[in-house]
Each structure stands twice: as C-alpha cells, then as structure tokens.
C-alpha cells in the first residue's frame, strides 16, 4: 500500500497601495502584494504555475496565468517558506484578489495551493 503524504501549503498575502505609481486622473490604481507561501505538507513541493483572479469594483475581471512567480519556480521542503514580492494596476480604487498555484509534490503528485481573497483599497487620506 503507497504510504498517504500530505500535500498542502499555505499562503498569506499583504497588499499595500503604491500612490507614486498610481494615477487617480487617469483611473490607474498600483498595488503591491507580498506573498509568503509556506509547505505545510510532509513531503517537498515545487510551484509550477499560477492563476490569479483580479476583480474590480465595478464587477470586471481580469485572469492572469503563468508560470511560476516573480521568474521562479520555488521548491519548498516541509515547513520551509518563500516570500516575494508582485504588484498589479487596477482601474478603480478598490478590488479583490484570490487564486491558486498548482504544485507538483516530489511523488509526482499534483495540488493547488489556495490563494485567499484579499483587498486592494486606496486608503481614503485627504490632502
């Protein structure tokens, strides 16, 4: 009987907005997003892919797929983590994103590591 492995990690994003790349006039809003992607699986795993959902206020989607992150298709042993940095233009003040990376365990096995729905939001500060 093959032995049962655990396959999952766990990810955490951090969104911020970047004013000096973001262009209010022109409905051009820059966020930044670090991600921290930790194996808490039992058996090593490497991130192949990516799909990301990115929504806007008014309801308008966009999808981006790829592979990899950031250039890099990390491969994290049990426990271990990776950080990066990404960023994203939207065209309203507020949105939401939410995903998945799709991992291949070192057995083979394939998994979608859950990205959870964060916010972007302007922060409302006056001038």
């Given at each position: 009987m093959a032995n049962m492995h655990h396959y999952e990690c766990l990810v955490k994003v951090e969104a911020t907005f970047i004013p000096e790349q973001s262009d209010v006039e022109r409905n051009r809003y820059a966020?930044?997003?670090?991600v921290t992607i930790t194996n808490t699986g039992d058996i090593a795993a490497q991130l192949?892919?990516?799909?990301?959902?990115?929504?806007?206020?008014?309801?308008?989607?966009?999808?981006?797929?790829?592979?990899g992150v950031v250039?890099?298709?990390?491969?994290?042993?049990?426990?271990?983590?990776?950080?990066?940095?990404?960023?994203?233009?939207?065209?309203?003040?507020?949105?939401?994103m939410y995903g998945s990376y799709q991992m291949v365990a070192e057995d083979g096995t394939r998994?979608?590591?859950?990205?959870?729905?964060?916010?972007?939001?302007m922060p409302r500060v006056l001038h």
């Amino acid at each position: 009987m093959a032995n049962m492995h655990h396959y999952e990690c766990l990810v955490k994003v951090e969104a911020t907005f970047i004013p000096e790349q973001s262009d209010v006039e022109r409905n051009r809003y820059a966020f930044s997003y670090h991600v921290t992607i930790t194996n808490t699986g039992d058996i090593a795993a490497q991130l192949i892919s990516r799909h990301w959902i990115i929504v806007e206020a008014d309801g308008q989607q966009q999808e981006v797929k790829g592979l990899g992150v950031v250039g890099d298709q990390p491969l994290l042993a049990p426990k271990q983590s990776y950080e990066y940095t990404s960023g994203t233009v939207i065209q309203t003040p507020m949105g939401k994103m939410y995903g998945s990376y799709q991992m291949v365990a070192e057995d083979g096995t394939r998994f979608d590591a859950t990205i959870p729905t964060f916010l972007l939001n302007m922060p409302r500060v006056l001038h």
